[in-house]
């Protein structure tokens, strides 16, 4: 069963930095790619950055050049550090991890950008 435990999230000013991981466990023989997606109130869930088995990356355009997705093969750990933050960047965070093309997610960390 596999299992991911997300940290990092919380009250930043805009232009602040916050660093998310997720560190998995049980299951992971197969993972084809980790990543990260947010969903802010009212909208659907976005993709925000993933990085695969192979090392590619991929971001959403709106977050280039200001995030970046690093993962810790040993520890089974995905990290996204965020960089100058934007109100617009407000909302929850969900790890997602697929293993055998089957996805899995985190319980979600709020990130929230406000003066």
């Known amino acids: 069963q596999v299992q991911l435990v997300e940290s990092g999230g919380g009250l930043v000013q805009p232009g602040g930095s916050l660093r998310l991981s997720c560190a998995a466990s049980?299951?992971?023989?197969?993972?084809?790619?980790m990543g990260w997606y947010r969903q802010a109130p009212g909208k659907q869930r976005e993709l925000v950055a993933r990085?695969?088995?192979?090392?590619?990356?991929y971001y959403l355009d709106s977050v280039k050049g200001r995030f970046t997705i690093s993962r810790d093969n040993v520890r089974n750990t995905v990290y996204l550090q965020t960089n100058s933050l934007k109100p617009e960047d407000t909302a929850v965070y969900y790890c997602n991890i697929r293993v055998a093309f089957v996805n899995h997610w985190g319980q979600g960390t709020q990130v929230t950008v406000s003066s």
């Open positions: 990085i695969t088995s192979g090392g590619s990356t």
């Open positions: 049980g299951g992971l023989s197969s993972i084809n790619s």
